[in-house]
């Protein structure tokens, strides 16, 4: 486990405030689930994710954020990535290198990750959008910010995603 202690919610604000970002941010009851989400977020605004942190046979590590009506296959992303083998990563890897737990993955997580451990893959259609929403680091909080500006967070924290289009394997509206 890394030494440093993992960034909170405020550190968060602080770097999207640095790098220009605008966002709105709305306090709510902890969830875990996209279902849990859906049921709660009401009327909160832009497309919403599911993420996936997950290892390889080689044990590289991967970070999949997906719009959450996507169904992930798992066989077919390691074809597309060119890996061997996906499964889900243990809470503890996910906290030692995002610095956040289960029911709270997030692409703000890679604040966390200063050595670039995790690689992510992004929706397209999540950096194609308006506005996107995650939680900040922790899930009682929902965190809305443009698809631009994800990605520019992102290209921030050193970690160019891979942008792949998942419309091609499951159609959303």
Not at 2 to 7: A, E, G, H, N, V
Not at 20 to 35: C, F, G, K, L, R
Not at 50 to 78: C, H, M, P, S
Request: proline residues 4%; glycine residues 6%; without cysteine.
């Amino acid at each position: 486990m890394t030494d440093l202690q993992p960034k909170t919610p405020q550190h968060l604000f602080d770097a999207l405030k640095q790098i220009a970002i605008s966002h709105t941010t709305v306090t709510h009851q902890a969830v875990m689930t996209v279902e849990q989400s859906r049921a709660l977020r009401g009327d909160l605004p832009g497309r919403h994710s599911k993420n996936l942190f997950l290892k390889d046979k080689k044990g590289n590590l991967w970070l999949v954020v997906a719009d959450e009506r996507r169904t992930i296959d798992l066989k077919a992303l390691r074809q597309r990535l060119g890996v061997a083998n996906l499964s889900f990563a243990k809470a503890e890897l996910l906290l030692d290198v995002l610095g956040v737990t289960p029911g709270s993955v997030t692409p703000f997580a890679v604040i966390n990750d200063q050595s670039g451990r995790a690689t992510v893959v992004m929706d397209k259609a999540l950096l194609d959008a308006d506005q996107v929403s995650f939680h900040p680091l922790t899930n009682n909080q929902t965190t809305t910010i443009t698809g631009d500006d994800l990605g520019e967070f992102l290209r921030a924290m050193n970690h160019e995603p891979i942008v792949i289009d998942f419309s091609a394997d499951h159609q959303i509206d």
